[in-house]
């Protein structure tokens, strides 16, 4: 129905930037609330950011506040993580998500919210 993948991962030193870019195939991309989670090895999958549907707002968990910013075109289907500031904790698998409900709140925190998920792209930050 919804196939997302994402790109842009790399290996980076601690202070530099990473632009993370989901490209969603399928209908009704511009209807959906997208988010970032990342995994870390033997870790859970955790939220980092979502987008509502139409761009104008805006989630992220605190560990990335101020360091993170989602946004998305829906014209491209396409929805972006700019991340600057980068930690060696945040160094992951990043994975976008969709939900088809549009959902928007503190429940875009939580992995079950989301109906679809890419592939993964890693992201390893060096000290």
């Known amino acids: 129905q919804v196939q997302l993948v994402e790109s842009g991962g790399g290996l980076v030193q601690a202070g530099a930037s990473l632009r993370l870019s989901c490209a969603a195939s399928?209908?009704?991309?511009?209807?959906?609330?997208m988010g970032w989670f990342r995994q870390a090895p033997g870790k859970e999958r955790e939220f980092v950011a979502a987008?509502?549907?139409?761009?104008?707002?805006?989630y992220y968990a605190d560990s990335v506040k101020g360091r993170f910013t989602i946004s998305r075109d829906n014209a491209k289907n396409t929805v972006y993580l700019q991340m600057i500031s980068l930690k060696p904790e945040d160094t992951a698998v990043h994975y976008c998500a969709a939900d088809s409900d549009s959902s928007w709140g503190p429940s875009l925190r939580h992995e079950s919210e989301y109906d679809y998920w890419g592939q993964g792209t890693q992201v390893t930050v060096s000290s």
């Open positions: 399928g209908r009704s991309f511009g209807s959906y609330s």
């Open positions: 987008i509502s549907w139409g761009g104008y707002r805006t």
